[in-house]
Antibody, heavy 115, light 109 residues
């Protein structure tokens, strides 16, 4: 079964850091581009970041550029999002999604930034 | 970044047809993908490319595009189609890679 499972969310104070992980299974992870997408409470979907299959090409939304870092370990079938200098407006459910069509999504992990 | 605009809410009688639209400059250059999201669940891809359905998506879902507008049509809406729907495309402005629409809440009466 094709599956993505996010982890690493939690409660963090403003200015703090978190590292999210996305474990992939059921497909050849190293062949696929990957994305992070977030959804603030009661709001719509927001694309956050993209990484190519090899990790050589990376993009970020302006809202997270300079604070978040996407990476992947194809040997471990895992995608990561290092989030630094967190703000209240980063509070959201964070999803990892496969490929340019975002055809497979995980269930998400919740990040709450609050003092 | 570019913007994709959707009507906030639409309603449809059970068994009838509803069209959800998505407008934005990027749609002149790129196809839209469409996602269904039910409360408390992750989004699910329902349409991608010109008019392609992933495996398992009923054929009552279809997509089309003209100019700066993409549309998702549900022909013969079912109670289980009640959900939020989001469009998505590449961002033609070059600042972002992808942009999501504002979302449409579909209510099946």
């Amino acid at each position: 079964e094709v599956q993505l499972v996010e982890s690493g969310g939690g409660l963090v104070q403003p200015g703090g850091s978190l590292r999210l992980s996305c474990a992939a299974s059921g497909f050849t992870f190293s062949s696929y581009e990957m994305n992070w997408v977030r959804q603030a409470p009661g709001k719509g979907l927001e694309w956050v970041s993209y990484i190519s299959s090899s990790g050589s090409t990376i993009y970020y939304a302006d809202s997270v550029k300079g604070r978040f870092t996407i990476s992947r370990d194809n040997a471990k079938n895992s995608l990561y999002l290092q989030m630094n200098s967190l703000r209240a407006e980063d509070t959201a459910v964070y999803y990892c999604a496969r490929d340019s069509n975002m055809d497979v999504w995980g269930k998400g992990t919740t990040v709450t930034v609050s003092s | 970044s570019s913007e994709l605009t959707q009507d906030p809410a639409v309603s449809v009688a059970l068994g009838q047809t509803v069209r959800i639209t998505c407008q934005g400059d990027s749609l002149r250059s790129y196809y839209a993908s469409w996602y269904q999201q039910k409360p408390g669940q992750a989004p699910v891809l329902v349409i991608y490319g010109k008019n392609n359905r992933p495996s398992g998506i009923p054929d009552r879902f279809s997509g089309s595009s003209s100019g700066n507008t993409a549309s998702l049509t549900i022909t013969g809406a079912q109670a289980e189609d009640e959900a939020d729907y989001y469009c998505n495309s590449r961002d033609s402005s070059g600042n972002h890679l992808y942009v999501f629409g504002t979302g449409t809440k579909v209510t099946v009466l």
